[in-house]
């Protein structure tokens, strides 16, 4: 068994869409001969969202926590100095953890054989952890995108300096790295577009599900009534689409492009359901509307203000579980997502797609064209709408709630497609590059790389 050091700073028993990817692995490694040592933030520095469900999936995990800073953070931005932090803490505010972090990973290196090293990000604080090791302990790194950092097309940065700083900061660690990992096409192209010269070392390993959260629970508990139910768990934005950070207008600040965050909230899908029932009045006890999850207090006013509350129902945070049963009482399930104001493709594909896709439930994918709408596409799982467009998807509503009244409201999905992305065969794709890194076995030939000149 060799002992794979995993650093993930976002790790249950914090809940939330980050810590699947780590905590899977986690869990799934050991069957293809790595035994994980998780290096993680405290259980104080928690926050936001709890869910100690997650931990008992990991009943053997050798997990070791070091304090985070995130109530000190907490705190500077209670006293109004938080655009000071943005400033001088870089990459992210869970820099204040990265000295304790690589000093408790030297103490156990001193205890255990430590064969290769995994950090995954966000925050990315965590790579310059891995970068750290690597140095030190001199084993394999592999560092592990689920979200892209310098040419991410979200973040803001409090000036071209500092984003300039990022990419160099970036640049080391993809030259000491020996696997950089990414999580759909779009991010490998983008990835390798901007880092030429570090292009062979990218692989894509996908997000996925777990057929095991599914176990004892019935994933069709549908209501025979004749409402059409559909429903979203997970984080929304507010619908302002103002995020907390630098403001956008200020001179100083740089990013790739302008986000469009209000497309990754419910605005359009309320508007939509407003515009459904002026249209046909006679709908209204034939809709019914689920949101739980990290929705912003705005949705609940808006909802009271479009005069639409008794089909839009407004849930708080719920566990893993309880967000699939939510999911399983449904005919259908929504999934918005933030666009580029460009019109990009974008290359995000939220993880919320792949336990839809497990539950084998028609998606309505609000989404804009690329690798998200792709998927949805490829699986044959439902629906791709304009984010923007309240009329489409009022019509597209309507054309569903039809369907569930005639008894054809079904997809045909591309059951090949869907069984790619359990976390089963992730876990063992990973272990598979850990082996060729260790020289357990022969590296695949990989396809050459698209390509592209350094941005």
């Known amino acids: 068994m060799q002992n794979l ?21 986690a869990r799934y490694l050991p069957g293809h001969g790595y035994h994980p040592i998780v290096l993680t933030c405290d259980d104080g520095s928690i926050t936001n969202t709890r869910d100690s469900s997650l931990l008992q999936e990991l009943p053997d995990a050798d ?13 500077m931005s209670q006293l109004h100095l938080g655009p000071l932090t943005t400033l001088t803490l870089r990459p992210d505010a869970q820099i204040l953890w990265k000295k304790a972090a690589v000093r408790e990973a030297l103490k156990l290196a001193k205890k255990q054989r430590i064969d290769a090293i995994f950090s995954t990000v966000q925050p990315f604080a965590s790579a310059l952890v891995g970068l750290e090791l690597k140095k030190r302990l001199g084993v394999p790194w592999i560092l592990d995108y689920r979200d892209p950092w310098t040419n991410s097309t979200s973040l803001i940065w409090p000036s071209k300096w500092h984003y300039e700083q990022e990419r160099e900061m970036e640049r080391r660690c993809l030259a000491q790295a020996d696997r950089a990992l990414v999580v759909t096409p779009g991010m490998r192209d983008s990835l390798a577009k901007a880092f030429p010269e570090y292009a062979h070392k990218i692989r894509i390993i996908r997000n996925g599900f777990d057929p095991e959260d599914f176990k004892g629970i019935d994933t069709d508990q549908r209501v025979d009534d ?18 907390n950070r630098l403001h956008k207008s200020s001179s100083f600040t740089f990013r790739h492009c302008e986000l469009d965050y209000a497309s990754h909230s419910a605005r ?16 209204r006890g ?13 949705h609940q006013a808006f909802t009271d203000q479009q005069e639409v509350g008794d089909v839009v129902h407004i849930h708080g945070m719920l566990s893993h579980r309880d967000a699939i049963r939510l999911v399983s009482r449904s005919d259908a399930v929504y999934l918005p997502m933030k666009r580029e104001v460009d019109g990009r493709r974008s290359y995000n594909a939220s993880g919320k797609i792949y336990e839809y896709l497990a539950q084998r439930k028609p998606i309505l994918a609000a989404v804009p064209e690329g690798d998200a709408a792709d998927l949805v596409r490829d699986a044959k799982a439902g629906w791709v709408v304009d984010p923007t467009d309240v009329q489409q998807l009022a019509d597209k509503l309507y054309e569903l709630v039809q369907r569930k009244q005639s008894g054809l409201l079904r997809v045909d999905s591309d059951e090949a497609v869907i069984n790619q992305f359990t976390r089963q065969k992730q876990a063992e794709e990973l272990a598979t590059e850990l082996d060729e890194l260790l020289g357990i076995r022969q590296p695949n030939p990989q396809p050459t790389p698209v390509p592209a000149t350094a941005s």
């Open 286 to 298: 034939k809709l019914k509307i689920d949101l739980a999850g990290n929705i912003p207090p705005d």
């Open 5 to 25: 050091l995993l650093i993930s700073y976002y790790f249950p028993p914090r809940g939330g869409s980050g810590v699947q990817r780590p905590s899977k692995f």
């Open 63 to 75: 997990i070791q926590r070091v304090p985070g800073r995130e109530g000190l953070v907490k705190k």
């Open 226 to 243: 004749g409402t059409f139910r559909i429903a979203y768990a997970g984080r929304l934005y507010p619908m302002t689409g103002k995020k």
């Open 268 to 283: 359009v899908l309320i508007l939509a359901v407003k515009q459904l029932l002026t249209e046909h009045p006679g709908l």
